[in-house]
């Protein structure tokens, strides 16, 4: 979070303001094909209206968007500088994905650490460059201002780091360079934007994959003999546009019980929420669940009919499997992706089990029932996905889940 930036008094009418200000910071002019401006435009237009921000909140807001605009300028000079960063296609990546909060982050966490895999470090997703070696990474002030950030959003919303912690140096989420298209559900994640969201909805991603594409070019220049880990839950939601740009990817989906998944992730998104705005906090509670279900409902019906068309590509991982035994389910992974198991890969992911970082700062606690729906009437809006993945609770106790 960053409140570094004075935000304008109208939002909708600093389009110009903002690009000079970046091009001021990042020193240069060039953002790339025009694609990404409908989207800056009504996400400019939505906060004047939508939101009703503290004072704190405006300033954050508006900071996120001149980082996430300079981040896109930080690319484009970046791949200026770098003649040839595109020469090589990017083959047969691993990538995770599935509804939010059934594991993609600790699963993607683990095989990160089996170091024949590359991935997007959180840095980088905020400055994208050629990755330098990892011992240099303290002397680049980008590090340093991504911890700095990261460290504010912690101070501001301390339980928020129990549900999701996130480190410069380790790998995040394809979402946060995806969103520097401006056409991303992540727009609708920081603050209340249903206009914009009516817009989102309605749009192609394709021009995000293919800056997201370019990025991981540039970022993977250096390493590219290093396999390509990548995780996003909103990749389940555009299954299609990621085949296009890797037909021969190996997708890992997990899946869980999305009664218990969504009001873990509204839970998460809200922690903000009192930061962010003033006042309606039940009310947004209550339209962020309903929302998110109707979405990732969506989501997995489409992709099941993606998934059809690429047999042998995908893999099924149930969110109770992986944490009863994650080192059977990475086995079969990589017996999947068809890669050896090292004894260092073996070990390190050994020690990282033991040391459970993802418990380190606390539990994640939530009740459904501040959202407005019952767990039975959010497991009634995914109909027989719930069935073909035996998620329901009676099928988890049968086969030895605890609840």
């Known amino acids: 979070m960053d409140d570094s930036y004075d935000p304008p008094q109208r939002f909708a009418t600093a389009l110009d303001e903002l690009h000079e200000l970046v091009a001021q910071e990042v020193g240069t002019t060039d953002f790339g094909d025009d694609d990404y401006l409908p989207g800056l435009r009504v996400l400019l237009q939505s906060m004047d209206y939508d939101p009703q921000f503290s004072g704190r909140g405006r300033r954050y807001a508006w900071g996120t968007v001149v980082g996430v605009l300079k981040g896109r300028a930080y ?41 024949r895999f590359q991935g997007l470090q959180t840095w980088l997703l905020d400055t994208p460059m050629p990755r330098p070696p990892i011992e240099t990474w303290t002397d680049y002030p980008a590090f340093h201002k991504t911890a700095a950030i990261l460290e504010a959003r912690y101070q501001a919303a301390p339980t928020k780091r129990a549900a999701h912690n996130v480190v410069a140096e380790e790998v995040d989420e394809c979402c946060l360079v995806l969103r520097q298209g401006f056409v991303s559900n992540l727009w609708t994640c920081g603050w209340s934007a249903p206009t914009y969201d009516a817009w989102w909805q309605c749009q ?88 998110e279900v109707a979405k990732w409902a969506k989501a997995v019906r489409t992709a099941q009919s ?15 499997d992986f944490h009863r035994d994650p080192m059977a389910v990475i086995e079969r992974i ?36 501040d959202f407005g729906l019952s767990e039975s009437e959010i497991r009634e809006r995914f109909g027989d996905y719930i069935d073909r993945f035996a998620l329901a609770p009676e099928t988890r106790a049968a086969a030895g889940e605890m609840k």
């Open 75 to 115: 690319a484009l000079d970046s791949m200026a500088k770098n003649p040839g960063f595109d020469a090589r296609a990017i083959s047969g990546p691993v990538v995770i994905t599935g509804i939010p909060r059934t594991g993609t982050t600790a699963l993607h966490k683990l095989m990160a650490v089996d170091q």
């Open 334 to 369: 990589y017996r999947f992706i068809g890669m050896d198991l090292t004894p260092q890969a073996i070990g390190d992911m050994a020690q990282r089990i033991e040391e459970k970082p993802e418990l380190s700062h606390g539990a994640h606690r939530y009740d459904v029932a």
């Open 306 to 320: 993606v998934r059809e068309a690429h047999p042998g590509q995908v893999l099924d991982v149930i969110h109770g």
């Open 204 to 291: 192609s991603e394709e021009a995000s994959y293919r800056h997201y594409y370019r990025c991981m070019q540039l970022i993977g220049r250096n390493e590219p003999q290093r396999r390509w880990l990548l995780k996003n839950p909103g990749h389940i939601d555009n299954l299609d546009l990621l085949f296009a740009f890797f037909p021969d990817a190996k997708v890992i989906q997990t899946h869980r019980d999305p009664a218990r998944a969504l009001p873990s992730l509204c839970a998460l998104l809200m922690q903000l929420h009192p930061i962010m705005e003033e006042g309606r906090y039940k009310q947004r509670a209550h339209n962020m669940l309903a929302r």
